[in-house]
């Protein structure tokens, strides 16, 4: 929770706050993410405005992960800014009224300021999440791994299987019946001819 009571509601007021807070379980996605204990830190800006108080902010921290091509661990810092609006309790009519033409969803979007306090948790989560990459590799050009036996190819670039695909083995057994059938169907018209000959 942070506090705003030293802005006193006095718009124009304006409060720095640097702060290394624990990351919450669950900040991030399946593959790369904060570990959760793990210290994320927080520049802020506090602006007292007309009906609350606007959040501007950067947070820091380190995320794991593994690599999707070739899921090597991989470790990275990664930066993600954000701004909210944090409005006063007695805001919510007026937010109300202003909001009367939109849809009920903006209406619960809204966040409040309780005992002048706020809770930055859910913006933190969606400013990290959000920054996060979908696909995080090792390096740009990972070649992943082997199809055939799953050898990281970034360790032997030279890597490869000299095996046959299997959609074409079968032929590949024709191919050779038919070119033994070709040369006994040789063997036997040379000794046609031979016959021919001796006669």
């Known amino acids: 929770m942070f506090d705003t009571r030293e802005l006193g509601r006095r718009p124009g007021a304006m409060k720095k706050v640097s702060r290394s807070v624990e990351a919450p379980s669950d900040l991030g996605n399946e593959v790369i993410g904060v570990p959760q204990g793990a210290p994320v830190e927080l520049d802020l800006r506090l602006e007292s405005v007309m009906d609350g108080v606007l959040v501007t902010g950067t947070a820091r921290a380190s995320v794991t992960g593994e690599c ?3 899921l090597e661990p991989l470790e990275r810092e990664l930066d993600a800014d954000f701004q909210e609006m944090f409005s ?7 937010v109300r009224e202003a909001d009367a033409g939109d849809d009920a969803e903006d209406e619960e979007d809204t966040l409040f300021l309780e ?8 913006v933190l989560r969606d400013a990290v999440v959000l920054a996060l990459p979908m696909q995080p590799v ?3 050009d990972c070649p992943g791994l082997c199809s055939d036996c799953g050898a990281r190819l970034a360790d032997d ?4 299987h000299d095996a046959v695909d299997i959609r074409w083995a079968a032929l590949q057994g024709l191919a ?3 070119q033994d059938g070709e040369k006994d169907n040789m063997g ?3 000794a046609g001819v031979d016959e021919k000959q001796e006669k």
Do not use: K, N, T
Request: glycine residues 6%; hydrophobic residues 25%; aromatic residues 6%.
């Open 157 to 160: 670039p030279d890597h490869h």
């Open 188 to 190: 036997g018209a040379d």
């Open 88 to 94: 006063y309790p007695d805001a919510d009519a007026r």
């Open 176 to 178: 050779g019946s038919i």
């Open 68 to 70: 999707v091509r070739c």
């Open 138 to 140: 090792c390096q740009d």
């Open 115 to 122: 005992d002048d306090l706020f809770d930055l948790e859910p």
